[in-house]
């Protein structure tokens, strides 16, 4: 009997480990990072630029405006047929001298890192297209952590989910479910080596209680991040949230994962990962429960 009582000590003990375990792996998961990384910002410049029209909404260069710290880099890739210049300055006054691409053809691109660079907007133009232009935004890198860390702190939960080929894994931070209060679903796509997956194209729906709160079908985003809101909702119960992948690329037909769909739930009471941290402990003391075939009584 005491060699049973031993054994049951034992295994409380050992399930004891793995509950601490996963609480506090699910709180360095959830800890906002101290530090935000704006290491770097890619801008496309999209078929069809060459020719008049794109400046009426500002998508000659996508995006337009892209704000990065102090040694940050900027990419400029041409997805264009067309040769482009990337030329600091503007159309009307000429180039300032900050930074010059020169002519780049097709399915290139140029780079600049800003790591001499002051605080400010910067400005820039095509010399061969003057009507595309754009800006880049060099901020100081403690108010651009301190508006991250805000984002971080977004009142309800923040999971991930992962393609079959896991090419591209998909974040969501949603706001809590909350009657009569629209829920804000900001997304992170990402490629295997963490870096933004740049040209995602995807569906996504968010359902309630059965009523469909949010359909936004054929998006597309070109640094792989983006933000959707639901019409408000009906109450504070879990809200169950679609991400279908269409593929990657500006033009169809795309490449990569398409019709796989990632299936989220956001979860008022705790937080989806709350929910997951309390299964993962459960999982465990029932692992080593089975395998010393002693069942403590409760």
Same mark, same amino acid.
């Given at each position: 009997?005491?060699?049973?009582?031993?054994?049951?000590?034992?295994?409380?003990?050992?399930?004891?480990?793995?509950?601490?375990?996963?609480?506090?792996? @699910?709180?360095?998961?959830?800890?906002?990072?101290?530090?935000?990384?704006?290491?770097?910002?890619?801008?496309?410049?999209?078929?069809?630029?060459?020719?008049?029209? &794109?400046?009426?909404?500002?998508? &000659?260069?996508?995006?337009?405006?892209?704000?990065?710290?102090?040694?940050?880099?900027?990419?400029?890739?041409?997805?264009?047929?067309? #040769?482009?210049?990337?030329? /600091?300055?503007?159309?009307?006054?000429?180039?300032?001298?900050?930074?010059? /691409?020169?002519?780049?053809?097709?399915?290139?691109?140029?780079?600049?890192?800003?790591?001499?660079?002051?605080?400010?907007?910067?400005?820039?133009? &095509?010399?061969?297209?003057?009507?595309?232009?754009?800006?880049?935004?060099?901020?100081?890198?403690?108010?651009?952590?301190?508006?991250?860390?805000?984002?971080?702190?977004?009142?309800?939960?923040?999971?991930?989910?992962?393609?079959?080929?896991?090419?591209?894994?998909?974040?969501?931070?949603?706001?809590?479910?909350?009657?009569?209060?629209?829920?804000?679903?900001?997304?992170?796509?990402?490629?295997?080596?963490?870096?933004?997956?740049?040209?995602?194209?995807?569906?996504?729906?968010?359902?309630?209680?059965?009523?469909?709160?949010?359909?936004?079908?054929?998006?597309?985003?070109?640094?792989?991040?983006? /933000?959707?809101?639901?019409?408000?909702?009906?109450?504070?119960?879990?809200?169950?949230?679609?991400?279908?992948?269409?593929?990657?690329?500006?033009?169809?037909?795309?490449? @990569?994962?398409?019709?796989?769909?990632?299936?989220?739930?956001?979860?008022?009471?705790?937080?989806?990962? #709350?929910?997951?941290?309390?299964?993962?402990?459960?999982?465990?003391?029932?692992?080593?429960?089975?395998?010393?075939?002693?069942?403590?009584?409760?």
């Amino acid at each position: 009997m005491s060699t049973l009582v031993a054994r049951s000590m034992k295994t409380i003990a050992i399930g004891s480990i793995f509950v601490l375990f996963a609480i506090v792996a @699910g709180i360095v998961a959830t800890a906002p990072t101290a530090f935000a990384d704006h290491a770097t910002a890619s801008v496309s410049m999209p078929s069809g630029t060459s020719v008049p029209g &794109c400046e009426a909404e500002k998508k &000659c260069f996508i995006p337009y405006q892209v704000t990065i710290d102090p040694g940050g880099e900027v990419i400029w890739s041409n997805d264009d047929t067309a #040769a482009h210049t990337v030329t /600091s300055g503007t159309a009307a006054d000429g180039p300032d001298g900050n930074f010059d /691409s020169s002519l780049f053809m097709a399915g290139t691109t140029f780079s600049v890192k800003f790591d001499d660079y002051e605080p400010g907007t910067y400005q820039y133009f &095509c010399m061969v297209h003057p009507w595309m232009t754009g800006e880049v935004i060099v901020e100081e890198a403690m108010m651009m952590e301190e508006e991250d860390m805000e984002e971080e702190h977004m009142e309800g939960t923040m999971v991930s989910g992962m393609s079959k080929d896991g090419s591209i894994m998909v974040k969501i931070e949603a706001s809590k479910p909350t009657a009569n209060e629209m829920m804000k679903i900001d997304l992170t796509f990402t490629k295997k080596d963490g870096k933004p997956q740049e040209h995602i194209n995807y569906d996504i729906t968010a359902t309630q209680d059965g009523k469909q709160v949010l359909s936004d079908k054929a998006a597309h985003q070109h640094e792989g991040k983006s /933000s959707h809101t639901t019409m408000a909702l009906v109450s504070d119960k879990p809200v169950d949230i679609e991400v279908t992948l269409q593929g990657i690329g500006i033009n169809a037909p795309f490449s @990569g994962p398409q019709g796989e769909i990632v299936k989220f739930t956001v979860v008022p009471e705790f937080g989806t990962i #709350a929910v997951m941290i309390l299964g993962i402990a459960i999982i465990s003391i029932i692992a080593v429960t089975a395998k010393t075939r002693v069942i403590p009584k409760l």
